[in-house]
């Protein structure tokens, strides 16, 4: 049985708490669900977001994206006090979403139809998820995108243990690349990350940047069985609380 997370309870909510500045809130979402459900999500996107959520060729992917994107807006639009359909963003760059004003910090990431969705007030933020699986592959990939530091690790863990340890790596180096928003121009073997299973989760070393590991804090995340998450965020000193979207 693999070792819980640093984060476990995940109660039910339909409403946000207040947002803290040395808080983080993080929502896991169910993304299948039923056709009224998904309807109702696709009256609050914007005019771009349903001509995106149109060019899925599949009809799950498609309704994934619609809930997914409309608990966003009515998330946001709780915590900043606005209506949902009114939730205006722009893009960096790489295409991270933002609001135009504010200090609200958000980042979503979808994993076989689950979401985590994080916040916070004035603190960069990344979230990201994945289902726990075997990949015939995993060790090819482990040597082109990990670092050397963690390849001396992945290649220490059991047979049984290293889909998760893949998955903890992963997820991780995914949750940093987004929280500074500049996606995969940033080499993922050019910052150090822990992967055993058990560990607990830490951004290590950051080579070659100005940011240091020391800027940023980082979290495991157990959403639901079978799946592996991680938030990373900016600062030290704030405090985790994590719900599932009623």
Request: charged share 20%.
């Given at each position: 049985m693999w070792p819980m997370s640093e984060s476990t309870?995940?109660?039910?909510?339909?409403?946000?708490?207040?947002?803290?500045?040395?808080?983080?809130?993080?929502?896991?979402?169910?993304?299948?669900?039923?056709?009224?459900?998904?309807?109702?999500m696709w009256t609050l996107l914007s005019t771009d977001e349903q001509v995106r959520a149109n060019?899925?060729?599949?009809?799950?992917?498609?309704?994934?994206?619609?809930?997914?994107?409309?608990?966003?807006r009515t998330l946001i639009g709780q915590y900043e006090q606005v209506p949902a359909a009114a939730v205006a963003f722009v893009y960096g760059p790489q295409g991270k979403p933002s609001l135009a004003s504010g200090d609200l910090r958000f980042n979503l990431s979808h994993a076989q139809g689950i979401a985590l969705i994080g916040f916070t007030r004035g603190r960069e933020i990344g979230v990201d998820v994945e289902a726990v699986r075997?990949?015939?592959?995993?060790?090819?990939?482990?040597q082109r995108f990990f670092s050397e530091k963690e390849c001396n690790v992945y290649s220490t863990v059991s047979d049984a243990e290293k889909p998760r340890a893949f998955f903890n790596c992963w997820t991780r180096k995914e949750a940093f690349i987004k929280a500074i928003g500049e996606g995969l121009s940033c080499p993922l073997d050019s910052f150090d990350v822990t992967l055993r299973p058990g560990e607990p989760a830490c951004l290590q070393q950051v080579r070659g940047r100005q940011t240091a590991a020391a800027h940023w804090q980082l979290r495991s995340l157990d959403p639901t069985p079978g799946y592996v998450g991680a938030v990373l965020v900016e600062g030290?000193?704030?405090?985790?609380?994590?719900?599932r979207w009623q």
């Amino acid at each position: 049985m693999w070792p819980m997370s640093e984060s476990t309870v995940w109660p039910e909510r339909q409403s946000v708490p207040p947002l803290p500045a040395d808080e983080v809130h993080v929502w896991c979402v169910g993304l299948s669900q039923s056709p009224a459900n998904v309807a109702a999500m696709w009256t609050l996107l914007s005019t771009d977001e349903q001509v995106r959520a149109n060019r899925f060729y599949f009809d799950k992917d498609r309704h994934h994206y619609i809930y997914g994107r409309g608990v966003l807006r009515t998330l946001i639009g709780q915590y900043e006090q606005v209506p949902a359909a009114a939730v205006a963003f722009v893009y960096g760059p790489q295409g991270k979403p933002s609001l135009a004003s504010g200090d609200l910090r958000f980042n979503l990431s979808h994993a076989q139809g689950i979401a985590l969705i994080g916040f916070t007030r004035g603190r960069e933020i990344g979230v990201d998820v994945e289902a726990v699986r075997r990949l015939t592959d995993a060790d090819q990939v482990a040597q082109r995108f990990f670092s050397e530091k963690e390849c001396n690790v992945y290649s220490t863990v059991s047979d049984a243990e290293k889909p998760r340890a893949f998955f903890n790596c992963w997820t991780r180096k995914e949750a940093f690349i987004k929280a500074i928003g500049e996606g995969l121009s940033c080499p993922l073997d050019s910052f150090d990350v822990t992967l055993r299973p058990g560990e607990p989760a830490c951004l290590q070393q950051v080579r070659g940047r100005q940011t240091a590991a020391a800027h940023w804090q980082l979290r495991s995340l157990d959403p639901t069985p079978g799946y592996v998450g991680a938030v990373l965020v900016e600062g030290q000193g704030w405090g985790l609380r994590c719900w599932r979207w009623q």
